[in-house]
């Protein structure tokens, strides 16, 4: 016994000695700020680093967490390291613990785990509202004795009868205001989706938050949770079952950082990347390193290559925020491996969501107020796609099959790049700093060539105009392109046909050697695994300036873009574009790992842009680019079109405001309007309703 207790004492004074040593500061200023603060967090490293002592201390706290803390607030108590402003004790310290070696994952939790102290990292899905949950309960018996009972996570426990020797009474009254209350939150964290393979579905554990770390997180954040795990016994309608439920009893919450950080790099992989980076052929590994199983679509990869590595988002002074993330769109005939691109890129991001526009409502792609038993019945948030893939790539397939309802969720989430809800009494704005890759097919199945590109495309012009690119990708016949894309992916499927016959039965001649030279062509000239650390690191490191040049390049492009000398010419590309180019050039300039956007890279962009607009908003007639084709639906030239056949309707009707249709096309003709158009115009306004023929030949304004 004397033993124990010396060991109990001992650990009081280990503890102490440790905290006067490491943690005076902190103590001072819980002396100073207490009630107001009244957390103590101590790092597991600091104590582990405290000779052979701490490695005992640090050892007994994973094993012994319950009994650790316990001691740890009798070292403060005994040794009476924190005092309140009239000298007593400050009783209800939280001792918070950061900083754990290991993390343990949440489908991986076990028996053996129960009560020890882990660390889980996850994404934030619900919480509830803080509310006072009370810890220490006082009872009266009728005769005005006092009762105390000490209350845990789960039922309320009621105690047997009055403790005061002699009394009989069994019926107690609870007395809130002398009993003692805490704040307390349930919380709910999700396995990362990284992590998992496909189909499985993610995992998730409920924890018990209390005190000041109530309020701390919001869904959608990624945290990592240190904590003691604990079980409870399940009860349905009254009977108890052998199984246990296990939550966490959260000792300290840590918000991971967004930019990346989960992605670790070591010494070796740093070299390596800065390695690739100054290789003068850094691009063409970058486009050959994605989905090289695709043959050909260059411009696009390089595009895919610049969004991935992505701008710097900017904080302005005023508190307004300039997007860096890069937003890109694919159209293209059907079979053309737009969804097999979507699919790569979601395994490359450090952090990408997929998901199918056909399938996908607002909520899903937002976040949903759900009702359920987690929150004792009450409404509570989870995140949907874009909150997931905060910070990283969120790829929506088939946009153009989306509901008009739920293509208007892209919008906010696109520019403003938050979300926000207002749903069963919830207002909240979530994250959803995430570049966006969608891909879409034309209206009518393939595409016209002599249709204009905004008819074919199933889009609000306001949703298009969000993106940075938009590439149109065609399936056109070309003997030299078919053959070699026929080459390619029978060359692909053969050797994939090989490597499964001689894993089932090995085939002579046929050796590791052999499989790597057949696989050159599909295989990635930057490993995947690598890639990834690799666009990680440049987002985390690189932060690139514009230089003289680039500016100046940048600027000439976009005012021979605007160059709008005559009034008749077509309306000219917006700032929009001007900041997609910035975008991308800070994207270019990050592949590189540099520190200065040169010229080279203002010009890699202007050609891709370029590119992009050649092919959505070039005006035959003008000779121009007509952003208003993209962004509207209506060319200059169309709207000038619809206001001279208004005038001359107007000029050309009688009382009733009728006019003959065939006196309106000559006298268009005379003006200069080509017949065929002029008719086809028409017809337009009819169908729109602009128009009405109460009679044949006749027409009228409505």
Not at 300 to 314: C, S, T
Not at 524 to 532: E, M, N, S, T
Not at 557 to 582: C, F, G, I
């Amino acid at each position: 016994m004397e033993e124990l207790e010396a060991e109990i004492t001992s650990r009081d004074a280990e503890w102490s000695r440790f905290l006067k040593n490491r943690y005076k500061k902190q103590l001072a200023e819980l002396t100073r700020e207490y009630p107001y603060r009244r957390s103590l967090q101590i790092d597991y490293r600091e104590v582990e680093s405290f000779g052979k002592t701490g490695i005992r201390l640090a050892d007994e706290l994973l094993d012994n967490p319950g009994k650790v803390l316990a001691d740890v607030k009798d070292a403060i108590k005994n040794h009476q390291l924190i005092k309140t402003k009239d000298g007593r004790f400050a009783e209800h310290i939280n001792i918070r613990f950061v900083n754990l070696p290991k993390k343990t994952g949440i489908r991986h939790i076990r028996s053996d785990d129960i009560n020890k102290f882990i660390t889980v990292e996850g994404i934030l899905r619900k919480i509830t509202e803080v509310r006072p949950r009370i810890v220490n309960a006082v009872f009266r018996c009728p005769g005005g004795h006092i009762t105390e009972k000490k209350q845990g996570y789960g039922q309320f426990i009621e105690p047997d009868g009055c403790a005061t020797d002699g009394c009989t009474f069994k019926k107690l009254e609870l007395i809130p205001k002398r009993s003692w209350f805490v704040d307390s939150q349930k919380i709910r964290i999700q396995e990362q989706p990284e992590g998992l393979r496909g189909g499985e579905q993610p995992q998730t554990l409920d924890l018990d938050v209390t005190d000041d770390l109530t309020g701390v997180v919001a869904p959608g954040d990624r945290v990592v949770m240190n904590g003691i795990l604990r079980s409870m016994q399940r009860i349905t309608h009254g009977s108890k079952h052998t199984i246990f439920d296990i939550y966490l009893e959260c000792n300290s919450i840590e918000v991971a950082e967004k930019e990346f950080e989960e992605v670790e790099i070591d010494e070796k992989a740093e070299e390596e990347i800065i390695t690739i980076s100054k290789d003068p052929q850094v691009y063409r590994n970058i486009v050959n390193s994605i989905a090289p199983t695709i043959y050909g679509n260059d411009d696009v990869k390089e595009a895919i290559a610049l969004q991935l590595f992505g701008g710097i988002m900017k904080e302005m002074p005023d508190g307004s925020h300039l997007r860096g993330d890069i937003h890109v769109l694919l159209i293209g005939d059907p079979g053309i491996a737009k969804s097999q691109l979507l699919r790569y890129v979601i395994k490359l991001s450090p952090r990408g969501i997929y998901t199918s526009g056909q399938s996908s409502t607002s909520a899903g792609l937002t976040a949903t107020a759900v009702k359920d038993e987690f929150g004792d019945g009450r409404w509570t948030l989870e995140a949907g796609a874009l909150v997931l893939a905060d910070m990283g790539v969120a790829a929506v397939d088939e946009m153009d099959k989306m509901q008009k309802e739920d293509r208007s969720a892209l919008h906010e989430a696109m520019e403003q790049q938050t979300i926000s809800v207002a749903k069963a009494g919830i207002t909240a704005t979530l994250k959803s700093r995430c570049a966006l890759l969608g891909a879409a097919n034309p209206k009518y199945g393939r595409f016209d060539d002599f249709a204009p590109i905004s008819d074919q495309i199933n889009m609000p012009a306001s949703l298009l105009s969000r993106f940075d690119l938009i590439f149109v990708m065609t399936d056109k016949p070309d003997k030299k392109r078919d053959n070699a894309i026929a080459n390619h992916i029978l060359k692909a499927h053969s050797i994939g046909e090989l490597i499964q016959q001689h894993r089932k039965n090995p085939i002579e001649g046929v050796d590791d050697a052999y499989i790597t030279e057949q696989l050159k062509p599909v295989t990635p000239a930057i490993d995947p695994v690598l890639f990834r650390k690799y666009v990680a690191y440049a987002k985390r490191t690189c932060y690139p300036i514009l230089s003289e040049e680039a500016k100046s390049a940048l600027i000439a492009y976009y005012m021979n873009l605007r160059d709008v000398a005559d009034a008749s010419k077509p309306v000219p590309v917006t700032a929009r574009q001007l900041e997609a180019l910035v975008r991308l050039a800070e994207a270019s300039a990050r592949v590189r790992l540099s520190t200065k956007i040169e010229q080279a890279d203002a010009e890699r962009v202007i050609k891709i842009v370029d590119a992009c607009l050649r092919q959505v908003a070039y005006d035959a007639k003008s000779g121009g680019y007509d952003i208003d084709k993209m962004m509207t639906g209506f060319s200059k030239g169309k709207r000038d079109m619809i206001r001279m056949i208004k005038e001359v309707v107007k000029t050309l009707a009688d009382d009733n405001g009728r006019a003959s249709r065939e006196h309106v096309i000559d006298l268009l003709v005379q003006k200069g309007v080509n017949r065929d158009d002029a008719q086809k115009q028409l017809e337009m306004l009819l169908t729109s309703g602009e128009m009405m023929e109460p009679k044949a030949g006749i027409i009228k304004l409505i």
